[in-house]
């Protein structure tokens, strides 16, 4: 594939803030929207994209962000990355749609390989595209259930899933994603998870915990699959200590249970290795991937062991638009990027600027109770200083500062005290540098929460 034509350089590489945020076009496209667009669909700022590329998007008001959210851990390679956009723009004029399922084409067969050889375990691989992590999820779950024949599901503590119904049900927190959305589906059931931080537990201890549980509540020869996320997402980045995902899969192994790694949000590079369970060799039966897949563009996977892939009969699985062909031209784009420009070993470069900036913060800040994850995946968890009693307040503020200073944050979290950052790994570290100057002084800035 050519150079690019699109000129990277008209999104100027700066924080650069022209108005208040939000700024007036902001302020009318905001009551817009409050007329015009459920009020469930909710957001983090309440300022309109313009354009957006490496490390910066800018608004419709000509203010320059800077970008440590990726549209949640989805423009890993940069937003519109000059190959995505070339694939696409390529493929939008050849045609925009046949249904796979319909008249196949080539591009989805060459993501299938590309997963097949990417994903964890050099066993013989089958993959089927899908549109969004949430359908991706079930997916897997519908595979392992055929597979073995056995009804039930066992997920974790602060799990993140989805937002469809099953997914709902595996999913942890009520709080925005359940509450009033019932009833869901049967046959879930959830194990405590390690929690470093917080339960203090080595990962061989926290597993025969959670392993104990499945036994006696749920028995292995009920259980069709183990779904876990290697790095937690929303729940709050949690990192399990090593040994806990080893000692999970060693057990599924043992029972007949499917591993099912959720590596919607872990996978593509964003923790520093391609896929997060490739830390601890960890080789998971089944792989869900979405998020950084595509560039942006609309795509989820399931890759796993043929023999399990397999099990469904045809027809079982599909969809209308599971793997467009423009989301399937933009991720092998992205997994071109990926290789080409080494951003796995970029991951790991971020990784250690943001741990060093966070680290020393964490020194003279005694409210950041801990810092943690990998790669471009890295968080911090805020307590009330001298103890771990969650401060959900402090976060909101912190992340309202950095917002109004043109630094795009997220918090998550099942108490809501966590901010996570999660840049592109296009950004410069110049741009990273200045970002984590305004998070400082939004700490600085920031007493200490009342009451
Ligand atoms: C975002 C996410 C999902 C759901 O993906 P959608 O594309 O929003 O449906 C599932 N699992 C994990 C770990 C996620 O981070």
Known sequence: ???????????????????????????ELMARKQAAVAAGVGTTMPVFAARAAGGIVVDVDGNHLIDLGSGIAVTTVGNSAPRVVAAVQQQVADFTHTCFMITPYESYVAVAEALNRLTPGDHEKRTALFNSGAEAVENAVKIARTATGRPAVAVFDHAYHGRTNLTMAMTAKVMPYKHRFGPF??????????????????????????LDLLEKQVGADNLAALVIEPIQGEGGFIEPAPGFLPALAAWCRTNGVVFVADEVQTGFARTGDLFACD??????????????????LPLSAVTGRAELMDAAHAGGLGGTYGGNPLACAAALAAIETIEADGLVQRARDVEHLLLTRLRALQESDPRIGDVRGRGAMIAVELVRAGGTDPDPDLARRVAAAAHAEGVIVLTCGTYGNVLRFLPPLA?????????FDVVERAFAASPPTAG
């Open 279 to 296: 830390r601890e060799g960890v080789v998971p039966d089944l792989v869900v991937s979405a998020k950084g897949i595509a560039g942006g």
């Open 427 to 435: 950004i410069s570290d110049a741009l990273l540098d200045e970002a």
């Open 1 to 27: 594939m050519s150079a690019p034509a699109i000129d990277q350089s008209t999104v100027v590489q700066e924080r650069r803030l022209v108005t208040a945020l939000p700024g007036p076009r902001s302020v």
């Open 185 to 210: 589906a049967s046959e879930v059931y959830r194990a405590p998870l390690s929690y470093p931080f917080r339960d203090g537990l080595d990962g061989a201890t926290a597993a025969a915990r959670a």
